[in-house]
């Protein structure tokens, strides 16, 4: 019973300081028992690790490392990222249809600290690239996905026309004034990631998120909290 009793308290104590809205409005779970207790509620909301989730797929976290628009290390250094049940199911799919031609997909950034962002915010405050504070991202909830198309024989990155993180007009989903190599790869990845529900972000031919992303809580959780929680 004293176990229990203790339990129920230190719970009760972490929902109610969940429950305090950010400088902003929002609420953000930083506590990785809260977490637990809504997937026990709702299963849809587990994160899941794509490296287990789906094999084969391949990783390029630009955020692990110094090589994205930061220039620093974002991320402690990780070998997976996550996804909640939804994406990394209709991602599964994804890699699925596009095995069967000969090609995979390379994942740049999947879930993102809210504390990532907050500091992404003060570098590019443009929020055609860089999700505001304000209002959250994608990445957040565990609902966005970077990535791009690989061929399978050779690993190889197909032409997309810009690199990852590419802030100009030329990596929009809408640039046409590309050779007609890379709007078919672009169109290959677009089409593919449409059918199984994502929506193409306008300004970053990389980045699809779920239609009903705002449905998950912000998260501002460790990659080493996740891996706890994923056992």
Known sequence: MTFSWVFFCTYNNAV????????????????????????????GKRMIDLRRFIPGIVFDLKYATPDNFMHERLYPPIKTTYLRLPAA???KKVAAELDRLNLGIKIFDAYRPYSVTEKMWKVVK?????????T????????SVDLTIID???????????????????AHQGFTGL??????????LKSVMEKYGFIAL????????????????????????????DR
């Open 152 to 170: 399978l024989k050779t690993k190889k990155e197909l032409p997309m026309g810009t690199g990852f993180d590419n802030f100009t007009d030329t």
């Open 136 to 143: 959250g991202s994608g990445h957040n909830r565990g609902a």
């Open 16 to 43: 109610a300081q969940s429950k305090v809205s950010n400088k902003y409005g929002l609420l953000v779970i930083k506590d990785i028992n809260i977490l637990q207790k809504e997937t026990e509620l709702n299963p």
């Open 89 to 91: 199911t209709a991602l």
């Open 179 to 188: 050779p007609k190599e890379i709007l078919k790869n672009r169109n290959v």
């Open 202 to 229: 306008k300004t970053e031919w990389w980045h699809f998120y779920l239609a009903d992303s705002a449905n998950y809580e912000l998260l501002d959780l460790s990659f080493a909290e996740l891996k706890k929680l």
């Open 126 to 134: 443009d929020d055609r690239y860089a999700a505001d504070p304000a």
